[in-house]
């Protein structure tokens, strides 16, 4: 029992230390966002819902036993993600601060305040549990499966520029170690999102190794000019000149000589 636990602990030590990385990926953005005071037309999105996500497991896990773990990196997470926020409207454009202020509404005010209420109102005790272990679970799955979009722009491009290795190969081992705390925790709520997660972060990195290297065809412009110059110079053509009898004689000449004959012709006369 005691081995079980400090195996539990273990992944879950590790899952928030691996997590909390993740979390500071974003800081070299923001420090480029504050020296050069403006967003630089980064979207607000992805640390709105990493907002709602965070308040989602730290509802749940307020209702869990033994959650101390996810409530420290959810918490850990929340922070993190506020400082992001508020940055990102001080500099944003007016156009970007009222699309955050909406994703807010949306997301973190109206949203998680809906489920909230529900799951208060409608359920209690191991339903509770239940229900917002559903929920985490399914936009767990939800936030997983929003790399796809990268994957296929990765394919598509065979260039990794918006897929950085270090994230993957984080995300994939963070992904690692909560699904083997949900597994010795038997907590399936945890445990299944991140087989995805695993899965995914597997595949990014293999396209990485795949498309790191991209090879660049370089097609050679002809050059037309020389092309055809040495196309005319080596034309000959066969011109008719008068010999001392009065018959005719073909001479042959090239483009280039023609050329320079009648252009003398043309400044004689």
């Known amino acids: 029992m005691a081995l079980h ?26 420090y480029q966002i504050c020296k050069k ?7 607000s999105i992805p640390y709105v819902i990493a ?31 506020i400082g992001y926020i508020a940055v990102y ?8 601060k009222i699309l955050t202020f909406k994703l807010l509404l949306l997301f973190n005010i109206f949203g998680f305040g ?15 549990v239940h229900v917002l272990g559903w929920i985490c679970m399914v936009f767990a799955l939800c ?13 598509r491009t065979k260039s990794v520029e918006f897929m950085p290795f270090s994230l993957s190969f ?20 945890v445990a299944i999102p991140n087989i995805l997660g695993f899965i995914f972060g597997i595949l990014q990195m293999v396209l990485y190794l795949i498309y790191r290297n991209p090879k660049k065809n370089e097609v050679a412009e002809p050059r037309t000019q020389e092309l055809s110059e040495q196309y005319c110079s080596d ?15 073909f001479e042959a000449h090239s483009a280039k000589d023609q050329t320079k004959e009648a252009m003398d012709v043309t400044n004689k006369v």
């Open 5 to 30: 636990f400090t195996w539990v602990f273990g992944f879950g030590l590790l899952g928030n230390i691996i997590s909390c990385l993740v979390c500071l990926a974003p800081l070299p953005t923001f």
């Open 37 to 43: 005071k403006t967003s630089q037309g980064f979207q």
């Open 51 to 81: 907002l709602f996500s965070a308040m989602l497991w730290l509802f749940y896990a307020s209702f869990s036993e033994n959650a101390m773990l996810l409530i420290t990196i959810n918490s850990f997470a929340f922070f993190m993600e």
């Open 89 to 96: 409207l001080f500099y944003a454009t007016k156009k970007d």
């Open 114 to 128: 809906l489920i909230c209420a529900l799951s208060l109102l409608l359920t209690e005790g191991t339903k509770r």
């Open 143 to 155: 936030v997983f499966v929003a790399p796809l979009g990268v994957v296929r722009k990765v394919i």
């Open 170 to 189: 984080f995300l994939t081992l963070s992904a690692v170690m909560w699904f083997f705390y949900g597994y010795l925790k038997k907590d399936k709520f």
């Open 235 to 249: 034309i000959n053509i066969a011109m008719p000149k008068l010999n001392e009898g009065g018959n005719e004689v």
